[in-house]
């Protein structure tokens, strides 16, 4: 099946893409009143327990301009998923914001980040990227949460990154700057996520309107409530379009590039191709730390 915009320049396929649409189950981020309410806390904040050896990640596309024709921050959930070749991506969740103010979505990643056990984040600091991160790299009050946030540090080595504005922070964030060789390599690691199926999406969001409409009566009367239960699946849905829209190119130098077309955007493709990126390298880290531990148990032995 060919999808709308897609053609002989797309880097990404729609058949590969949706051979990865497995999920069935999203994560809910719990909203004000559910956070408000300590016994609804409680349950929603063990919806999607954390799994023995599984990494968390939270990736983030910034923009801050609102208006339809600027680009959105995306926010991303991955569930690294531990097997005997590696990880799986599953990605659970997507949200996004045009025109939030920076340290609103400062505030909010951090919120996402705490209440899913997030235990890394990849950021762009890039543009309004760098505005975000310095927010980030500053403790915050949650006023809605009565929630104190500590301050998050850059752990990756980057220049553009002022290390002593968050010194004795959480070393959580992975900050990137985009260049040729890295963009290269950052639409490569999707494209090769995508072709293996090591990466996990949301299943189509009619699908999961068929399924709803036959297993929950809720979702036949509540509007609200259907929208509300279908938003994850919808965001992977216009990610899934973004990316096949997405044309390539290769640069004078080797590398190849990504780019949109017309009025397509990639702020959805920014957020999963970077959070995709920070798995690649986690993974690389876990197999030369568990090829480690096993070389010097022989060693002991």
């Known amino acids: 099946m060919i999808w709308f915009g897609e053609n002989e320049k797309s880097f990404y396929k729609s058949d590969e893409i949706n051979n990865c649409r497995v999920l069935k189950t999203a994560y809910y981020p719990l909203r004000e009143w559910e956070w408000a309410d300590e016994k609804l806390r409680e349950k929603k904040l063990k919806q999607m327990p954390k799994l023995k050896g599984e990494i968390r990640i939270l990736s983030c596309d910034i923009a801050i301009e609102g208006g339809r024709q600027n680009d959105n921050s995306v926010y991303t959930i991955i569930r690294m998923i531990p097997s005997a070749e590696g990880f799986f991506r599953e990605v659970v969740y997507m949200e996004s914001h045009n025109g939030l103010e920076e340290s609103l979505q400062a505030l909010r990643i951090k919120q996402l980040f705490y209440e ?23 403790p915050q009050y949650d006023t809605q949460r009565d929630l104190h946030y500590e301050a998050f540090t850059v752990y990756s080595k980057n220049g553009d990154v002022d290390y002593d504005l968050s010194k004795g922070g959480l070393p959580v964030i992975y900050a990137i700057k985009g260049y040729a060789k890295l963009n290269n390599d950052i639409a490569v690691f999707l ?24 297993t929950d009566k809720r979702f036949n009367t509540d509007g609200d409530y ?7 699946f919808v965001q992977i849905t ?4 973004e990316i096949i829209n997405l ?3 290769v640069r004078p130098d080797g590398n190849m590039a990504v780019k949109e077309v017309g009025k397509a955007r990639k702020d959805r493709f920014s957020s999963i191709a970077y959070g995709n990126y920070l798995a690649e390298l986690i993974e690389r880290e876990e197999i030369k730390k568990n090829k480690k531990q096993k070389i010097g148990f022989i060693f002991y032995t």
């Open 116 to 138: 899913f056990e997030m235990d890394r984040l990849i950021i762009d600091t890039n543009g309004n990227g760098g505005m975000v991160l310095t927010h980030l790299q500053r």
């Open 191 to 214: 494209k090769n996520g995508f072709t293996s199926g090591k990466i996990r999406l949301l299943i189509d969001d009619n699908e999961k309107k068929m399924d709803c409409s036959t």
């Open 226 to 232: 259907s929208a509300y239960i279908l938003h994850p």
């Open 238 to 241: 216009t990610m899934v379009y």
């Open 247 to 249: 044309e390539y190119e």
